[in-house]
């Protein structure tokens, strides 16, 4: 289905003038679509100008002056798009096509806005924008789908680019599973590790650049898949290599070959948008995504489209108030069926506690009385609307509403519950610890022992993600849930088999590295669970909290083009694992911070703003850590480390003051805590700034930097909850703290000021194409 090229950003107001994309051209990623924008910004100002019976010269100029603009741009735009067509042979055609429909409707529309030189420019002697308006709308739709058309073509020149990648890691891989020898092995993996690094940057712009948050989700499931397993790649390819004999070391190596190629193939499959042999996607499995096929008539409005089962269940039931035909009593019931059957997940799991089943069994009892009383209710007030009736009936839906919001309540808790437990029951790690104790020791009875106790955790851990993913409110969160369920399904029996290959050659240090990977594996993943749990009790609370992204680098389109590309330095694998490893951390740490801030009254406080621009700050850094978001290169993550350090330093100094308010005893630990928060910032300055030259020093100033910031973090962590009460103990005193957030200036001020390095790839395609239709905003309307 076709997508409308600015269908939220101004391409609304265009539709009124006849303006429109070609309708078989789907639009996929944001960068595409804001490119369009400006365009479509100035196309509409020209068409909708005011006919005035009088014009001035200075708005005959103006309209002269956008018709120019445009055509010159237009005319910058397509020569950049022929170069492109000129390097990829496949598109040429197609390329140039649209390169000549774009230039002749640019030059169409110089013609007819060539106006401030008329005595008369309504004369019908010569055809202008005020004489032949249709002929203005046909050269700009062309002109929108030309130009549209060109950017969809330079987006497939992106797609190829991973497939292309993709394609390499598939022929490395290959290599490695056949390799015999040490050294042999040692050179295609470097190869391979750097071709991993590439496809890593290449997804993770595609993943930021992709508007289905769906398939952004996906993205990020499968690229997270890749990033550990590479790691688990190395060390299980060494054991085989080094126990060739050894079953269980070639099964666990096997796994991790399986597993990359399948996150391989979902990558492509989300980036070119198709599933293998034709495949329809898999049905809803969730009470989310269930009920989502029941869409809402246009008498029903829905306030918010992400919710559970119950919560299009209740809009429906709403809906009733508007309209009492918009649906049939079948279609209800069958709705709320479908809610019941899948809280038979909750009531049938072992794991779920006796409470719980007694109240979702008794909710469900409850729910369909209700609705066989609305039911009844409903079906007279169809056939006679008496003031008694229409009452019975808001009483009955309102009732049926209730149930419902209880019934959802009820499974969250049940699964929130089930998940706060289990995590806190395992944050301990004592199987795996046991593991590795067995293992050394050659004690295949206890390594036997030990399996079976991970097999149930297993079990446990499977069944509490199968039970949020429920609960999870949104399709994104779904997914992480479904990735999770898939991860612990897939990464218990790979420790059990390094295990016991370990339990075989205890001596072994590479089979003993190697089970250290796939318990490190586990321990992150109930890490990312902790993260995945705080998010979906956001959502069911109503604190959605989509993480900012702090903006210290200029946007895409508004840099200088005229900028030196800076060379990214990349990471080989040791050293990105060890990074990644770091940035988790720093991930925990600012959901931590994200929670403090929210407890406090006043959102305003400076405190407060502060230390949501650092938790912003370090969530970028996290997202440098895993090849996603704004930050690039090595050198964007120090710039952002400096500005950290400023923002830093700034709430050094608001908590200086904030200590003149606070009671005489409380005023030195509060005094302690700033200057120990000015000294770390200090040092993270100094090391942010510091040159360095080769890939070993930059590699040691990225995991001080990220190093440092996760050590800033933590003492933030401490320092929110302190002066929350501090605050709290001196309300009845004067409050010290202006909400005047300094970072929001910084932000607009590195905005315009930093450098984005692009990288080779980046200099034909989508990027180059932006610059020159940026130009065409330099006239705004009047």
């Known amino acids: ?22 309708a078989g051209l789907e639009i996929r990623t944001r960068s595409v679509e804001q490119t369009l924008v400006p365009l479509v910004s100035q196309i509409t100002t020209l068409i909708n100008h005011k006919d005035k019976p009088k014009r001035s010269d200075k708005t005959l100029q103006a309209i002269q ?14 020569t950049v798009g022929e170069a492109i067509a000129n390097e990829n042979h496949e598109l040429k055609e ?28 309504e004369s019908d002697s010569h055809i202008t924008i005020f004489t032949d308006k249709t002929g203005v709308v046909k050269a700009a739709r062309l002109l929108l789908s030309s130009v549209t058309k060109v950017l969809v073509l330079a987006d497939r020149i992106v797609i190829k680019q991973i497939i292309t990648s993709r394609n390499k890691v598939l022929a490395t891989m290959e290599q490695l599973e056949k390799v015999s020898s040490f050294q042999e092995f040692v050179q295609i993996f470097s190869q391979f590790g750097n071709e991993m690094v590439e496809f890593a940057h290449l997804t993770g712009d595609r ?31 060494k054991t085989c290599l080094r126990h060739p004999d050894c079953e269980s070391a070639r099964i666990n190596k096997d796994g991790v070959f399986h597993r990359m190629r399948l996150a391989l193939e979902q990558v492509i499959e989300i980036v070119t948008d198709s599933r293998p042999n034709g495949e329809s996607e898999m049905p809803a499995i969730s009470i989310y995504s269930g009920i989502k096929e029941f869409k809402l008539h246009h008498n029903c409005v829905i306030t918010n489209s992400e919710g559970t089962a119950a919560f299009l269940f209740q809009n429906k039931v709403e809906g009733l108030r508007e309209n ?28 779920t506690s006796h409470e719980h089943r007694e109240h979702i069994l008794e909710l469900s009892k409850q729910a369909k009385m209700e609705l066989e009383q609305l039911v009844s209710v409903w079906m007279q007030a169809q056939n006679q609307k008496t003031k008694d009736l229409m009452e019975d009936l808001e009483v009955a ?3 049926t509403c209730q149930c419902m919001n209880e019934l959802k309540r009820e499974v969250h808790s049940a699964a929130t519950s089930l998940a706060a437990d289990l995590l806190k029951y395992h944050t301990d790690h004592m199987v795996l610890k046991a593991l590795k104790i067995t293992g050394v020791e050659g004690n295949l009875e206890a390594v036997a022992e030990y399996t079976c106790k991970l097999s149930e955790q297993k079990e446990q851990l499977v069944e509490m993600c199968r039970l949020l993913r429920h609960v999870s409110g949104t399709e994104p969160l779904e997914i992480t849930c479904i990735h999770a369920e898939d991860t612990f399904q897939v990464t218990g029996p790979q420790i059990i088999s390094a295990a016991e290959t370990l339990a075989l050659h205890p001596s072994s240090k590479i089979a003993k590295e190697n089970l250290e990977v796939f318990c490190e594996a586990w321990e992150s993943q109930l890490s990312d669970m902790s993260v995945l749990l705080r998010e979906i ?14 903006l210290s680098l200029p946007r895409p389109g508004k840099h200088n083009a005229n900028l030196k590309a800076l060379k990214p330095v990349k990471l080989d694998t040791e050293e990105q694992a060890k990074i990644a490893k770091l940035g988790l951390e720093l991930h925990l740490l600012t959901s931590d911070v994200d929670s403090e801030t929210e407890k406090w009254e006043d959102q305003e406080n400076e405190i407060v703003q502060h230390g949501q621009g650092m938790s912003s700050m370090a969530y970028s850094m996290y997202l440098f850590t895993r090849g996603e978001g704004l930050l690039k290169t090595t050198q964007d993550l120090f710039h952002q480390a400096e500005i950290f350090a400023t923002e830093g330093t700034k709430l050094a100094a608001a908590l200086q003051a904030f200590s003149d308010q606070v009671h005489s005893d409380d005023k030195p630990l509060l005094l302690l805590e700033a200057e120990k928060l000015m000294a770390m910032c200090k040092q993270l300055q100094i090391t942010a700034k510091a040159s360095v030259q080769g890939k070993s020093a930059t590699f040691t100033k990225v995991d001080a930097c990220i190093l440092k910031t996760r050590n800033v973090m933590t003492l933030l962590c401490q320092l929110l909850p302190l002066c929350c009460k501090l605050l709290r103990k001196n309300k009845a005193g004067n409050v010290c703290l202006k909400p ?29 194409l932006e610059h020159h239709v940026t130009n065409m905003t330099f006239l705004e309307s009047k």
């Open 537 to 550: 009790n956001d959502v069911f609370e109503g604190r959605r909290g989509e993480k900012r992204v702090y």
């Open 65 to 78: 002056r956008v018709g120019q603009a445009v055509n010159l741009a237009v005319g910058r735009f397509v």
């Open 324 to 351: 009492l035909y918009f649906l049939s009593k079948e279609n209800l019931s069958t709705m709320l069926e479908v809610i019941l059957e899948h809280t038979e997940d909750f009531t049938d799991s072992a794991y």
């Open 397 to 399: 839906i309102l009732k």
């Open 94 to 121: 197609e390329m140039s096509v649209a390169c000549i429909e774009a230039r002749r409707a640019g030059e169409t529309i110089a013609q007819l806005t060539d106006v401030a030189s008329l005595d008369h420019p």
């Open 740 to 768: 005047a957030p300094p970072w929001r200036e910084d932000r607009i001020r590195t905005g315009s000021n930093g450098h984005t390095a692009e990288r080779r790839t980046e200099t034909f395609g989508i990027k180059s």
């Open 1 to 22: 289905m076709a997508t409308s090229p600015c269908s939220s950003s101004g391409f609304s107001s265009s539709s009124s003038s006849g303006l429109g994309a070609d």
């Open 207 to 237: 993943q930021n650049d992709l508007k289905d948050e769906k398939k952004k989700a996906r993205m990020a499931a499968s690229r997270a898949v890749l990033e550990k397993c590479t790691m688990m790649l190395l060390t299980a390819s």
